[in-house]
């Protein structure tokens, strides 16, 4: 005697909550996204290949043994301190009011370190330009 199953199993799957579950998170990511907003240090970047129009009249240079040297204009760099670099770029701001400060540092140099000259150029309202390559004559 053969016996009759009175319940059929679908084979179907209803993808109608899962796609309302993705749009939801996709409302929920494109919102989100747009209110992170990161805190970062506002660099001015070349817009180029060439050479920033600006020329930095001021040069700020620290070496792999963190030594650090400044000089304005064409003169040759003199050995300053982390203290003494406000002094030496407010006197070379009073020579040329619209001196811009080129930063060369090497590779190794920790970023602590450039960060204070940064922080230095920020407080005395200086503009700064990160160089990319270092300077000539040395």
Not at 40 to 69: F, H, W
Not at 74 to 101: G, H, I, S, W
Request: glycine content about 2%; overall charge positive.
């Amino acid at each position: 005697m053969a016996l009759k199953r009175r319940t059929k199993i679908s084979p179907l799957f209803s993808m109608a909550s899962m796609t309302d579950v993705i749009f939801l998170l996709l409302i929920f990511f494109m919102i989100t996204s747009t209110v992170v907003s990161p805190n970062a240090i506002k660099v001015l970047l070349p817009q180029g290949k060439e050479q920033t129009s600006a020329k930095p009249l001021t040069r700020v240079i620290i070496d792999a043994e963190l030594n650090m040297y400044a000089a304005f204009g064409n003169d040759k760099e003199q050995p300053v301190t982390a203290e003494q670099l406000p002094d030496f770029l407010k006197n070379c701001a009073a020579r040329e009011p619209e001196m811009y400060v080129a930063l060369y540092a090497d590779e190794t140099v920790p970023y602590r370190e450039i960060v204070k000259v940064l922080n230095i150029a920020n407080e005395n309202k200086f503009k700064m330009v990160l160089a990319t390559r270092k300077p000539d004559a040395r």
